[in-house]
């Protein structure tokens, strides 16, 4: 989705967020008043259609029981959120990077930041083997003639071929359809594919996503689709080498738990042109911004950003950490992703083979 938004924190203030890829050229923005939402064309007088919240595949964890800890449920806040939406469930699964070790403990490992800087300027990712530098890497995406790019990152998984994204950045809300194709490139910067260009041969979102979507582009309430605002790419190998064979795959939390969080892509929004691996920092995040079930960090990243991980417990050495969730909608003032949990575990499971 390419649609700005607007949110209210509970303590911050109001937030244009732009949701979805980087249009190549970005399109200009149109602020949409949360006050008054898409409203349904109705005749006067006639009811408007039933707003219904969408849960996650299991019950709402509200206290942190996991065992392998990665830091704060839900940020501190209630898994509900002010408009009655759930996150995806936590689920107790922890799945370590392929190479390195994530520094468990509270705050980051990087300063604060939400400018946008480049990540580690002057390295060079392909011999770098941080996996923060190569295992990020922009997402092209065509529909209809046009085209666009989000951020993904390689995932450790048991194909080794397997990206995680946006949800948005896999089915296309303006075609009502799946992307003509999707190809990635690990560790781009400047039109250097330094591991290659990927096809994408399968995909997963969330049913929680296109239902409560569909909803919201149809006129209703935004129905907690950014709650479910995540996905998942397996790419076709290449000469038998899978995507974690050439790069790595960076760990993934599904605890629904956060330390902070280091956030990596490719923003195309303006100052930024979606060529460089560019982040934020962010030590403490708050949840629900505007009633939905999102973690929020002071980051001025937006269009192209979708799909960037939001990693914790991350070793600046090695590069290695958690995503605990992905970048579903920001701009100039926040960036909003949805934490992972049960919905996102299995859907993982249903496309890793």
Request: proline share 8%.
């Amino acid at each position: 989705m390419r649609l700005p938004r607007l949110a209210t924190a509970a303590l911050v203030a109001a937030a244009a967020l732009t949701v979805g890829g980087c249009v190549l050229p970005a399109p200009p923005e149109r602020p949409v008043d949360r006050a008054d939402p898409r409203a349904p064309t109705t005749p006067s007088g006639a009811a408007a259609p039933e707003v219904v919240p969408v849960e996650p595949d299991a019950p709402i964890t509200t206290a942190d029981e996991t065992a392998s800890d990665t830091g704060e449920l839900y940020a501190g806040f209630p898994g509900e959120t002010s408009d009655g939406f759930l996150p995806d469930a936590a689920v107790d699964v922890v799945l370590p990077p392929t190479t390195g070790t994530p520094v468990v403990r509270a705050g980051i490992a990087l300063p604060v930041h939400e400018e946008g800087d480049e990540l580690l300027p002057g390295t060079q990712h392909e011999g770098s083997r941080n996996l923060l530098l190569t295992t990020s890497g922009r997402l092209e995406l065509a529909a209809g003639g046009a085209e666009y790019t989000c951020s993904g990152t390689v995932i450790n998984s048991a194909s080794g071929l397997v990206v995680l994204t946006a949800a948005h950045c896999i089915f296309d809300d303006d075609t009502r359809d799946w992307y003509d194709r999707i190809s990635f490139a690990p560790a781009y910067e400047r039109g250097d594919a330094p591991f290659g260009t990927w096809v994408a041969e399968d995909w997963w979102v969330p049913e929680q996503y296109l239902e409560a979507n569909d909803r919201w582009l149809d006129g209703a309430d935004d129905d907690g689709w950014m709650g479910f605002d995540f996905g998942f790419i397996r790419f076709a190998p290449q000469a038998s080498m899978t995507l974690e064979d050439a790069v790595g795959g960076q760990g993934v939390s599904f605890t629904a738990e956060s330390n902070g969080v280091v956030i990596a892509g490719y923003p195309g929004n303006d100052p930024f042109d979606s060529e460089v691996l560019r982040h934020c920092a962010e030590d403490r995040l708050d949840y629900g911004a505007g009633g939905d079930a999102n973690y929020g960090a002071d980051c001025a990243m937006g269009d192209g950003a979708s799909g960037s991980a939001f990693v914790s417990n991350l070793d600046p050495k090695t590069g290695a950490g958690h995503i605990t969730a992905v970048f579903s909608n920001g701009g100039a003032t926040g960036a909003y992703g949805p934490p992972l949990g049960v919905t996102a575990w299995n859907g993982l499971q249903s496309i890793d083979d």
